[in-house]
């Protein structure tokens, strides 16, 4: 007597699920690379070039002014809407009175704030890494990696990277970088020849946002 013919519905069930598996297997392995790959994940230091590579001065040290000081539109002193800054980049000085919003990390010359703006984030405890165009492409991916690194929360969430405009001082020759900080008793300050994630880590947990003049401003 013939064995009955066994059902073919088992197996194709088992065909289809291993297929399904295969397949969100696929989808799901570049989300899970680009996760790992995405500058929030990845070390301070693999990002740009290590640090005895970046050409960077010596930090400065500056004195401080302007704390609370408002001007331009909506304040005392409404036509007040370019400030000579004392230091190229500022580190401290008067400021308009609203900082840039702190949803963006990364601006270009097509939408950067104006430096006063950005001068009252200072104030607030941003660090700004600011660059002076044209920079190499890689350079910018470094600086777009960068301003996802360090503006993420564990790392106090106040930083910006944006275009220096050479209106206000030229930086020094061969240095198109430049960090800056407004702590509570001094700025800082330091030129860079090429983009780094250790030297800007260095940078930012020696001045943390906690060490400025309005920590709690937004």
Known sequence: MAEPRRAAGPRIAALVTA???????????????AYADSPARRPAAAIGVP???AGCDGELTDPVRGAGVHVGPGTAEPYATRIRYDLVPP?????????????????????????????HNLEHGYTILWYV????????????????K?????????????PWDPGYGEFPAGRPLALSHWGATAGY???????????????????????????TGM
Do not use: N
């Not at 399904?20 to 297997?25: H, I, K, N, R, V």
């Not at 360090?150 to 944006?162: H, I, L, P, S, T």
């Open 189 to 215: 300050r330091q030129f860079c020849a090429a983009a780094s994630g250790a030297v800007v880590e260095r940078f930012v947990r020696a001045h943390p946002p906690a060490d400025s003049p309005e920590p």
């Open 51 to 53: 640090a005895d590579r």
């Open 133 to 148: 165009e044209p920079l190499l492409r890689d350079q910018i991916e470094a600086l777009r990696a960068l301003a996802a």
């Open 91 to 119: 580190s401290s000085g008067p400021h308009f009175v609203v900082p840039a919003p702190a949803v963006r990390r990364f601006y270009t010359t097509r939408d950067r704030p104006a430096v006063e703006i950005l001068v």
């Open 150 to 162: 360090f503006g993420d929360d564990r790392y106090g969430g106040r930083f910006v990277v944006a």
């Open 19 to 33: 297929l399904g598996t295969l397949l969100l297997a696929v989808a799901v392995v570049p989300f899970v690379r």
